[in-house]
Protein backbone atom coordinates (compact mmCIF):
# COMPACT_ATOMS: atom_id res chain seq x y z
CA UNK A 1 0.00 0.00 0.00
CA UNK A 2 1.44 3.31 -0.57
CA UNK A 3 1.94 5.97 2.57
CA UNK A 4 3.70 8.36 1.12
CA UNK A 5 5.13 9.40 -2.35
CA UNK A 6 7.49 12.30 -3.00
CA UNK A 7 7.39 14.08 -6.61
CA UNK A 8 11.38 15.77 -7.80
CA UNK A 9 12.25 16.93 -11.12
CA UNK A 10 15.34 14.91 -12.85
CA UNK A 11 17.27 17.72 -14.42
CA UNK A 12 21.69 16.82 -14.45
CA UNK A 13 21.73 20.48 -12.95
CA UNK A 14 20.64 19.42 -9.59
CA UNK A 15 23.70 17.83 -9.37
CA UNK A 16 26.21 21.17 -8.63
CA UNK A 17 28.81 19.38 -10.04
CA UNK A 18 27.34 19.36 -13.31
CA UNK A 19 25.70 22.64 -13.05
CA UNK A 20 28.81 24.29 -12.37
CA UNK A 21 28.48 28.25 -11.94
CA UNK A 22 24.99 28.36 -12.06
CA UNK A 23 24.47 25.67 -9.59
CA UNK A 24 23.62 28.50 -6.64
CA UNK A 25 20.38 29.22 -9.32
CA UNK A 26 18.80 25.66 -8.14
CA UNK A 27 19.62 26.00 -4.79
CA UNK A 28 15.56 26.13 -3.30
CA UNK A 29 14.91 23.57 -5.59
CA UNK A 30 17.44 20.91 -4.70
CA UNK A 31 16.42 21.82 -0.76
CA UNK A 32 12.83 21.30 -1.67
CA UNK A 33 13.58 17.65 -3.19
CA UNK A 34 15.59 17.28 0.19
CA UNK A 35 12.48 18.16 2.46
CA UNK A 36 10.50 15.72 -0.06
CA UNK A 37 13.15 13.16 0.99
CA UNK A 38 13.10 13.75 4.57
CA UNK A 39 9.06 13.54 4.54
CA UNK A 40 9.47 9.77 2.82
CA UNK A 41 11.53 9.13 5.52
CA UNK A 42 9.49 10.29 8.24
CA UNK A 43 6.69 8.41 6.88
CA UNK A 44 9.11 4.76 8.29
CA UNK A 45 8.53 2.77 4.68
CA UNK A 46 9.02 -0.84 4.03
CA UNK A 47 10.44 -0.21 0.65
CA UNK A 48 10.85 2.67 -1.33
CA UNK A 49 10.75 2.69 -5.00
CA UNK A 50 12.41 5.29 -7.13
CA UNK A 51 10.44 6.05 -10.77
CA UNK A 52 11.42 7.44 -13.10
CA UNK A 53 11.31 8.35 -17.36
CA UNK A 54 14.18 6.43 -19.21
CA UNK A 55 15.29 5.58 -22.72
CA UNK A 56 14.92 1.69 -23.71
CA UNK A 57 18.40 0.72 -22.24
CA UNK A 58 17.36 1.87 -19.00
CA UNK A 59 13.71 0.51 -18.95
CA UNK A 60 12.86 -1.87 -16.40
CA UNK A 61 13.83 -2.31 -12.80
CA UNK A 62 17.62 -1.52 -11.25
CA UNK A 63 18.24 -3.20 -7.60
CA UNK A 64 19.74 -1.73 -4.90
CA UNK A 65 23.44 -0.55 -5.74
CA UNK A 66 22.54 -0.07 -9.13
CA UNK A 67 25.82 2.37 -10.55
CA UNK A 68 24.91 5.66 -12.25
CA UNK A 69 27.40 8.22 -13.32
CA UNK A 70 27.21 11.83 -14.52
CA UNK A 71 30.86 11.21 -16.84
CA UNK A 72 28.19 11.67 -19.74
CA UNK A 73 27.92 15.13 -18.45
CA UNK A 74 31.73 15.97 -18.09
CA UNK A 75 32.41 15.87 -14.67
CA UNK A 76 33.90 12.91 -12.45
CA UNK A 77 30.40 12.11 -10.43
CA UNK A 78 29.32 8.29 -9.42
CA UNK A 79 26.36 7.23 -7.81
CA UNK A 80 24.44 4.49 -6.56
CA UNK A 81 21.13 2.98 -5.64
CA UNK A 82 21.69 3.43 -1.59
CA UNK A 83 23.85 0.91 -0.14
CA UNK A 84 24.63 -2.46 -1.99
CA UNK A 85 22.40 -5.17 -1.27
CA UNK A 86 22.96 -9.18 -1.61
CA UNK A 87 22.53 -9.96 -5.12
CA UNK A 88 18.90 -10.97 -6.07
CA UNK A 89 16.53 -11.62 -9.12
CA UNK A 90 14.35 -8.14 -10.11
CA UNK A 91 10.95 -8.62 -11.45
CA UNK A 92 10.48 -9.50 -14.87
CA UNK A 93 10.36 -6.48 -17.33
CA UNK A 94 9.01 -5.91 -20.69
CA UNK A 95 10.90 -3.58 -23.23
CA UNK A 96 8.34 -0.50 -22.34
CA UNK A 97 9.84 -0.56 -18.81
CA UNK A 98 6.85 -2.33 -17.06
CA UNK A 99 7.06 -5.56 -15.39
CA UNK A 100 6.53 -8.73 -17.33
CA UNK A 101 8.84 -10.47 -19.45
CA UNK A 102 11.95 -12.15 -18.99
CA UNK A 103 13.89 -12.06 -15.79
CA UNK A 104 17.28 -10.04 -15.46
CA UNK A 105 19.50 -12.71 -15.20
CA UNK A 106 21.78 -10.59 -12.49
CA UNK A 107 18.91 -8.94 -10.51
CA UNK A 108 18.92 -6.17 -13.18
CA UNK A 109 22.30 -4.12 -11.20
CA UNK A 110 24.66 -4.80 -14.08
CA UNK A 111 22.70 -2.07 -16.17
CA UNK A 112 23.87 1.63 -15.87
CA UNK A 113 20.97 3.89 -13.92
CA UNK A 114 19.41 6.21 -16.05
CA UNK A 115 19.87 9.83 -15.85
CA UNK A 116 16.90 9.86 -13.85
CA UNK A 117 17.38 7.50 -11.46
CA UNK A 118 20.35 8.17 -10.99
CA UNK A 119 19.48 12.30 -10.30
CA UNK A 120 17.18 10.53 -7.77
CA UNK A 121 20.22 8.15 -6.23
CA UNK A 122 21.77 11.86 -5.95
CA UNK A 123 18.97 13.11 -3.98
CA UNK A 124 18.58 10.16 -1.74
CA UNK A 125 22.51 9.92 -0.81
CA UNK A 126 22.65 13.76 -0.40
CA UNK A 127 19.50 13.56 1.79
CA UNK A 128 20.91 10.86 4.07
CA UNK A 129 18.46 8.20 3.37
CA UNK A 130 18.81 5.26 5.54
CA UNK A 131 20.39 2.36 3.29
CA UNK A 132 18.50 0.08 6.27
CA UNK A 133 15.50 0.67 4.41
CA UNK A 134 15.34 -1.61 0.80
CA UNK A 135 15.32 0.62 -2.58
CA UNK A 136 14.59 0.01 -5.84
CA UNK A 137 14.42 1.64 -9.11
CA UNK A 138 12.26 1.50 -12.10
CA UNK A 139 12.83 3.34 -15.39
CA UNK A 140 9.44 3.82 -17.62
CA UNK A 141 9.57 4.29 -21.14
CA UNK A 142 7.76 7.32 -22.14
CA UNK A 143 5.54 5.76 -24.96
CA UNK A 144 4.10 3.88 -21.74
CA UNK A 145 0.38 4.36 -22.22
CA UNK A 146 -2.02 5.51 -19.14
CA UNK A 147 -3.55 2.47 -18.55
CA UNK A 148 -0.18 0.45 -18.33
CA UNK A 149 0.57 2.75 -16.18
CA UNK A 150 -1.87 2.86 -13.68
CA UNK A 151 -1.49 -1.06 -13.71
CA UNK A 152 1.95 -1.16 -12.90
CA UNK A 153 1.56 1.74 -10.35
CA UNK A 154 -1.15 -0.51 -8.47
CA UNK A 155 1.77 -3.41 -8.68
CA UNK A 156 4.14 -1.00 -7.11
CA UNK A 157 1.93 -0.29 -4.19
CA UNK A 158 0.95 -4.07 -3.78
CA UNK A 159 5.00 -5.33 -3.12
CA UNK A 160 4.65 -4.57 0.96
CA UNK A 161 2.11 -3.04 3.39
CA UNK A 162 4.32 0.02 3.85
CA UNK A 163 5.47 1.24 0.28
CA UNK A 164 6.79 5.19 -0.67
CA UNK A 165 7.41 6.41 -3.97
CA UNK A 166 10.08 8.74 -5.01
CA UNK A 167 8.36 9.64 -8.42
CA UNK A 168 11.11 11.51 -10.78
CA UNK A 169 9.81 13.63 -13.90
CA UNK A 170 9.76 17.22 -15.44
CA UNK A 171 7.11 19.09 -16.98
CA UNK A 172 6.89 20.53 -20.09
CA UNK A 173 9.80 22.07 -21.25
CA UNK A 174 8.40 24.52 -23.68
CA UNK A 175 7.36 27.62 -20.86
CA UNK A 176 9.72 30.24 -22.65
CA UNK A 177 11.20 31.41 -26.28
CA UNK A 178 14.82 30.03 -24.70
CA UNK A 179 13.04 26.40 -23.43
CA UNK A 180 14.50 23.13 -25.12
CA UNK A 181 11.21 22.60 -26.92
CA UNK A 182 10.81 26.64 -28.08
CA UNK A 183 8.12 28.40 -26.37
CA UNK A 184 4.73 26.53 -26.48
CA UNK A 185 1.52 28.48 -25.46
CA UNK A 186 0.16 25.31 -24.22
CA UNK A 187 2.82 24.83 -21.62
CA UNK A 188 1.51 26.51 -19.03
CA UNK A 189 -1.62 24.97 -18.10
CA UNK A 190 -0.62 22.04 -18.64
CA UNK A 191 2.03 22.24 -15.80
CA UNK A 192 -0.60 24.17 -13.79
CA UNK A 193 -3.28 21.15 -14.23
CA UNK A 194 -0.11 19.32 -13.14
CA UNK A 195 0.86 21.69 -10.53
CA UNK A 196 -2.92 21.39 -9.04
CA UNK A 197 -3.02 17.50 -9.05
CA UNK A 198 0.08 17.56 -7.58
CA UNK A 199 -1.14 19.82 -4.40
CA UNK A 200 -4.43 17.86 -3.85
CA UNK A 201 -3.38 14.26 -4.81
CA UNK A 202 -5.26 14.22 -7.37
CA UNK A 203 -4.79 10.42 -8.57
CA UNK A 204 -7.72 11.17 -11.30
CA UNK A 205 -6.41 14.31 -12.37
CA UNK A 206 -2.95 12.62 -13.53
CA UNK A 207 -4.31 9.70 -14.51
CA UNK A 208 -6.10 11.78 -16.78
CA UNK A 209 -3.23 13.73 -18.47
CA UNK A 210 -3.09 13.89 -22.07
CA UNK A 211 -0.57 11.37 -23.64
CA UNK A 212 -0.24 12.67 -27.13
CA UNK A 213 -0.19 17.09 -25.79
CA UNK A 214 2.64 15.45 -22.90
CA UNK A 215 4.49 14.40 -26.00
CA UNK A 216 4.14 17.48 -27.81
CA UNK A 217 5.12 19.81 -24.80
CA UNK A 218 8.15 17.23 -24.23
CA UNK A 219 6.82 16.49 -20.09
CA UNK A 220 8.97 13.97 -19.99
CA UNK A 221 7.37 12.93 -15.95
CA UNK A 222 4.16 12.24 -17.71
CA UNK A 223 4.46 8.44 -17.35
CA UNK A 224 5.56 8.26 -13.99
CA UNK A 225 3.68 10.71 -12.88
CA UNK A 226 0.41 8.23 -13.98
CA UNK A 227 2.11 5.19 -12.10
CA UNK A 228 2.10 7.83 -8.92
CA UNK A 229 -1.82 7.97 -10.47
CA UNK A 230 -2.42 4.04 -10.02
CA UNK A 231 -0.20 3.78 -6.90
CA UNK A 232 -2.10 6.22 -4.89
CA UNK A 233 -5.58 5.31 -5.93
CA UNK A 234 -7.32 4.85 -2.68
CA UNK A 235 -4.99 5.58 -0.77
CA UNK A 236 -6.34 9.16 0.51
CA UNK A 237 -3.37 10.86 0.60
CA UNK A 238 -2.98 14.25 1.17
CA UNK A 239 -0.70 16.72 -0.83
CA UNK A 240 1.86 19.72 -0.22
CA UNK A 241 3.26 21.61 -3.36
CA UNK A 242 6.39 22.23 -2.75
CA UNK A 243 8.30 23.96 -5.77
CA UNK A 244 6.51 24.55 -8.76
CA UNK A 245 8.78 27.21 -11.16
CA UNK A 246 10.03 26.73 -14.70
CA UNK A 247 13.65 27.94 -14.47
CA UNK A 248 15.29 27.52 -18.02
CA UNK A 249 11.29 27.03 -19.46
CA UNK A 250 10.94 23.73 -17.79
CA UNK A 251 8.27 23.04 -15.79
CA UNK A 252 9.75 21.40 -12.43
CA UNK A 253 7.47 20.35 -9.34
CA UNK A 254 8.51 18.95 -5.82
CA UNK A 255 5.46 17.56 -4.13
CA UNK A 256 4.78 15.52 -1.32
CA UNK A 257 2.22 12.91 -0.49
CA UNK A 258 1.17 11.55 2.71
CA UNK A 259 -1.32 10.43 4.82
Known amino acids: ?51 GPADRAGRGPHAQGAAGSFRGFGVEVD ?8 ERRAAPVTE ?5 GKDAPDGGSSRSLPTSL ?26 LAAERCIEVGR ?10 LLVMGDGTACRTLKAPGYL ?3 AAAFDAEVARALAAADTGALAALDEELA ?28 YDEAPYGVGYFVASWSS
Open 215 to 242: YELKAAGRAPLQVLAGAGAGARLKGELR
Open 79 to 86: VRLAAPVP
Open 155 to 164: ELAGRAERVA
Open 118 to 143: AVGAWLLEHAGWDPAVPVEGLGVGEP
Open 1 to 51: MLIAAAVCPCPPLLVPEVAAGAAPELDRLRAECFEGIHALAAARPERLIVV
Open 96 to 100: DGAPG
Open 184 to 186: DER
